[in-house]
């Protein structure tokens, strides 16, 4: 009897563990970015965060050493492009409905990725157990105001540049590891920064607004891309997606600590329901998560 079904409980653990950490600390991060919407906007926030993120990864990783081919350059290109459309485009949600529901709507892209690599009955188990969790976070019958159409249209469109991050981020991190990360960050920063200048124009160079934008970039970008791109290239594109779908309930969870938002008992069920789809994803996982195959380009 093989006992090579399953893997082994270190590599199991050591990509998933990774992910909650990259789950916390984006959330964390999201919500310190409130604080610079004042002063340079949502896409002078994004800008910041990605202009301040992309120097730090580019030291870390040199990625100037890598060898790049005509193969591997447009999951490169593809991975900084989603990366910097998702976060522009969640900023500009975020500065006009909550947190916990701009993250809720979001999440429609990585289950869309979810659904679409799922190949057994389980999985589609897994999956509407998270759709029904997060039906119970859209507070959409229970807020005194409507929430903005543009803000949740926007939330939606960064849930599509979401799912393409993981497919592409995926291709990306195989080819080059963490370097991928820093290369990518290069590509967002480049494309976001017109955004930022154009918005905010020279309030981006205000020295007291740097401290709180360099906590935004490390919570939100340096921490959780770098613990993203090992779950990544270690965990099958639907089970990657599938776990993903705690991000909503950490989002809910960060608007309690940090902004003060109280969660219903729907909220709280909602929450324990998006927890019950990532463990059964985790615990029916086959031994693929130790060598996924990559999805191909969308």
Known sequence: MTTESRPSTPAFALPIGLLLVAMVSVQIGAAAAKGLFPRVGAEGAAALRLMIFSPIML??????????????????????????????????????????????????????VTVLHSRRWSDLLWVGLAVLGLALLLPLGRLSHPLDPLGMGLALIAGGFWGLYIVFGQRAGAAHGGAAVAMGGLVAALLVAPFGIAHAGRALLDPAIWPLALVVALMSSVIPYSCEIVGLTRLPTRVFGTLMSLEPAVAALSGLVFLHERLSPLQILAILAVIGASAGAVTTTPAEIREPEPPPLI
């Open 59 to 112: 030291a870390v990783w040199r990625p100037w050493r890598l060898k790049l081919s005509a193969r591997s350059l447009p999951a490169l290109l593809g991975y900084g492009l989603s990366l910097g459309a998702m976060n522009l485009t969640f900023y500009m949600s975020l500065h006009t409905i909550p947190l916990g529901v701009a993250v809720a709507l979001e999440f429609a892209g990585p289950l869309a």
